[in-house]
Structures are given as structure tokens and as C-alpha cells.
């Protein structure tokens, strides 16, 4: 059996990526009671982030609320959480980390499609232009995202959603 803790190395990749921030902004951090919280707070820190977590200590009972950032309802104490620190941003994961959802500054839900593009806009402006710019995408997403990606020079990819079809 392999006894590895990754998140070193995860860390060390995560600084590679992004380094850190020039400013330090303030995150709030729902991890859902699941297993993000912890790595997530870990590398927003190390990035430079101010970090205030909320339901970060994993209990699988989830005492807090589902650990589903797709569930309006669900975001309700991190929109709460957002407004009251006055923080930038607000990300609340899901149980096993693979599902963001995230709130503005001033604790107003940010829809995923236009998260995507906000990620998407910012891969096009670093991207060397050698190859095609490709986003995956899913039905739910609005023609928005795909009319912009492609007038911005981006190749937008309709697929199929969920680990199966990565």
C-alpha cells in the first residue's frame, strides 16, 4: 500500500502555477466539511490570500449543509461570511474537491458558465497563440460563454459533462 501525502507536492505545483499574488486579496473558504478544505486554505495562503474558513474541518456527516456548491441554498453562510469580512471573493467546495462555486465581493452567487468564461478569457489573453484555444463546456452553459469565446479567439467545445467523458 502506498503511504504518500500529496500535498506537498501539490502545494509546490500550485506555487509553480500561480505564484504569489501581487495583492493579498481576502478569500473566504466553505469547504463544505468535506476534503478540500484544509488544501484549499493551505494554497490560498500560500498564494498570498488572507483566508477566513468556514466549514473547513472535514466531517462526513456534513453538520454545517450539503457539501453541493451547485445548490443556491448551500451558499447561503458563504454569501453571509463574504459580506460581513468585507472579503474579495468567496469559493465553497464540494465534498471531494472537483466543484467550485463562487461569490463575488459583494456576496452575489457567480453563475458557473460565466465563472468558466471569466477562466476562459483569462487562458486567452496568457495563451501564446501556437495552437487553438480550447474550452470545454457543457450544455447548461449559456450561448454567452460561447459567443465570447469565440469572438475573443477561443475555440469553444461542446461535451458531454461529468469524470466519465474527461
Not at 19 to 44: F, Q
Not at 93 to 119: K, S, T, W
Not at 140 to 148: A, E, H, R, V, W
Amino acid at each position: 500500500f502506498l503511504d504518500w501525502d500529496c500535498a506537498d507536492d501539490y502545494h509546490a505545483w500550485m506555487h509553480g502555477q500561480f505564484g504569489t499574488l501581487a495583492s493579498a486579496p481576502t478569500v473566504v473558504v466553505d469547504g463544505g466539511n468535506g476534503a478540500a478544505g484544509p488544501t484549499a486554505i493551505r494554497a490560498y495562503e500560500a498564494m498570498g490570500c488572507r483566508v477566513i474558513p468556514l466549514f473547513c474541518e472535514p466531517d462526513g456527516t456534513f453538520p454545517n449543509h450539503h457539501p453541493d456548491p451547485c445548490q443556491h441554498k448551500n451558499l447561503v453562510d458563504l454569501q453571509r461570511a463574504v459580506r460581513e469580512h468585507g472579503a474579495d471573493l468567496g469559493l465553497a467546495f464540494d465534498g471531494d474537491g472537483d466543484r467550485v462555486g463562487v461569490v463575488d465581493d459583494r456576496g452575489r452567487i457567480v453563475p458557473g458558465d460565466m465563472a468558466l468564461l471569466l477562466y476562459a478569457l483569462d487562458g486567452l489573453r496568457r495563451h501564446d497563440g501556437k495552437k487553438p484555444y480550447k474550452v470545454a463546456f457543457e450544455v447548461k452553459c449559456t450561448s454567452l460563454l460561447f459567443d465570447l469565446l469565440e469572438r475573443e479567439g477561443g475555440v469553444p467545445v461542446l461535451s458531454p459533462a461529468g469524470h466519465a467523458f474527461m
